[in-house]
């Protein structure tokens, strides 16, 4: 037994309690305990289900001390509407009821924080912190790719670094998502953070650029790109941003090895390419699975059971994109919902955004920036149900939440977002 896990084992009933009398720490002791998940270290099965009993325990904790009214807004509606069709496709699953049921568990404890997540973060100050504690988080996925990368040779002989084990996958794809989705954040705070902020993002930044060229992903690269547009874009105006940029650029020509960039070029040329060859089958595949099981779909997780009956070759494959994952196992109707439900919160946050040089703004456009980044990660990796997502949409809706309370004062029902 590990001593990492000995410490998690002896500070379990210190987090319950802690959890009930400050629910708001309790929450960020779930996050950070995602990077940091004790099941990897053999650990006893009690101890693999801590994620239910500290989120029971910040539940009690907030529900017995709250002092404000409860928070229901309109992404919260959408996604139990999502969870009760992702149920209903449970009972039809083509392949697995079973799996399918076991995977409507998860995402019902993935809602449920969310849900707490809104009702908890009820100013800049807590929303600014979760957001700090993720950094931290990833920043430990940072520490694991950069050992692998220089100290354990991956660097010298072009290998992808992956770390199976780390979060919800540790494969390249998963850590580049992680990594695209934290990176606007600590964009944001460059620009328009406080010093001290401003002093961690720009040590943090090259850290996060060296460990997503680690990673080889190239939807990283896609999304990095497209982040990278929109955050300048958003910037323009400041001259700092045009010199970060500048000097990026050259340093990116001149530092990242060739064969990271032998391997980016492989996007154009993906019919050169095994892995992206057989993505592509399976997305052509999914266009009869779709025609066979259009309205409530074949269940979750039952892709990869059923997709070796239309493409032999592709038995056990993942659909490898978060958008044909929703429409084959929830059907239409859960794609519709997951479209408004992103629409929605993007929107809004647009409007935080605009008003400029205030800190609600730069949290707005850390998010929404990084949401967009995660869709086109989502294009190449089955995403929909792993927790980060679900929790900066919840960050999100917290921020619409206070901001709307906070300078319409109270008014935030004729916006009908809550």
């Known amino acids: 037994m590990s001593l990492r896990l000995i410490l998690i084992i002896l500070a379990l009933p210190f987090a319950f309690v802690l959890s009930v009398l400050r629910p708001f720490l309790g929450a960020l002791l779930l996050v950070i305990l995602y990077f940091f998940r004790p099941d990897i270290w053999n650990a006893p099965i009690f101890i693999q289900r801590y994620v239910f009993w500290l989120t029971l325990a910040v539940f009690l904790g907030w529900l017995f001390r709250r002092k404000e009214r409860i928070i229901f807004s309109l992404n919260i509606k959408l996604s139990l509407i999502l969870l009760g069709l992702m149920v209903l496709s449970s009972f039809t699953a083509v392949a697995s009821s079973t799996i399918s049921f076991q995977d409507n568990i998860k995402v019902l404890k993935i809602f449920v924080f969310m849900f707490l997540l809104i009702n908890l973060l009820t100013s800049y100050k ?75 993002s720009l040590i943090a930044l090259p850290l996060w650029i060296i460990s997503l060229v680690a990673t080889g992903s190239r939807s990283g690269f896609l999304s990095i790109g497209v982040m990278l547009f929109i955050l300048i874009f958003l910037y323009r105006k400041k001259l700092s941003v045009w010199i970060m940029a500048i000097l990026g650029g050259v340093s990116a020509s001149v530092l990242i090895p060739s064969y990271y960039w032998s391997w980016i070029n492989t996007i154009p040329n993906y019919n050169q390419e095994a892995s992206a060859m057989l993505r592509i089958k399976a997305w052509t595949a999914s266009i009869q699975i779709f025609k066979d099981y259009p309205l409530i779909g074949i269940g979750q997780n039952n892709f990869e059971l059923i997709i070796g009956r239309y493409v032999p070759e592709l038995l056990n494959m993942v659909s490898h994109n ?97």
């Open 322 to 418: 978060m958008l044909i994952t929703a429409l084959l196992e929830i059907g239409i109707f859960g794609f519709i919902i997951v479209i408004l439900i992103l629409f929605f919160i993007i929107k809004r946050l647009g409007e935080v955004a605009r008003l400029k040089n205030t800190r609600m703004a730069t949290l707005s456009n850390a998010i929404w920036v990084a949401l967009i980044g995660y869709l086109i990660n989502g294009l190449f990796h089955t995403g929909l149900t792993l927790d980060p997502f679900w929790w900066y949409l919840g960050i999100a809706d917290a921020i619409l939440c206070v901001h709307l309370y906070k300078s319409e004062r109270m008014e935030k029902l004729e916006y009908g977002y809550v």
């Open 126 to 200: 807590r929303i600014n912190i979760t957001m700090w504690i993720i950094m931290i988080g990833v920043l430990y996925y940072v520490k694991v790719i950069l050992v692998k990368y220089f100290i354990y040779g991956a660097a010298s002989e072009g290998i992808r670094v992956n770390a199976p084990g780390l979060g919800q996958s540790g494969g390249a794809n998963y850590l580049a998502m992680m990594l695209c989705m934290t990176f606007p954040f600590l964009f944001c705070k460059l620009m328009e953070g406080e010093k001290k902020e401003k002093i961690v």
